[in-house]
């Protein structure tokens, strides 16, 4: 399954952005799907996180701030950011993942895009 992000940008501090991951085949069955993200220098992080059995998770540092959500019928997964930080900035990245849900796990990945907020 190919996985491709869009929605990206350069924003101020405060500012939003809706970040969408379309499928090309059926992720409806995987362990999770998920939004990670990379700064240079840093280890991949779970930004936010769906798991098969609907359980939500997100980092603390996005909690209150972010939203994860995804549409079956559209096979896409949203990342909808608020209150962006100059700290958020990062390479985002969707993730279809088969038996975990780490930086690291084995499944579907994207290219990311790149998020950018300035102060």
């Known amino acids: 399954v190919q996985l491709a992000e869009s929605g990206g940008g350069s924003v101020q501090a405060g500012g939003s952005l809706r970040l969408s991951c379309v499928a090309s085949?059926?992720?409806?069955?995987?362990?999770?799907v998920a939004w990670f993200r990379q700064a240079p220098g840093s280890e991949r992080e779970a930004v936010a996180r769906?798991?098969?059995?609907?359980?939500?998770t997100y980092a603390d540092a996005v909690k209150g701030r972010f939203t994860i959500s995804r549409d079956n019928a559209k096979s896409t997964l949203y990342l909808q950011m608020n209150s962006l930080k100059p700290e958020d900035t990062a390479m985002y990245y969707c993730?279809?993942?088969?038996?975990?849900?780490?930086?690291?796990?084995?499944?579907?990945w994207g290219q990311g895009t790149q998020v950018t907020v300035s102060s």
């Open positions: 769906i798991f098969l059995n609907g359980r939500t």
């Open positions: 993730a279809a993942l088969s038996t975990s849900c780490t930086g690291r796990s084995a499944g579907d």
């Open positions: 085949g059926y992720i409806d069955g995987r362990y999770c």
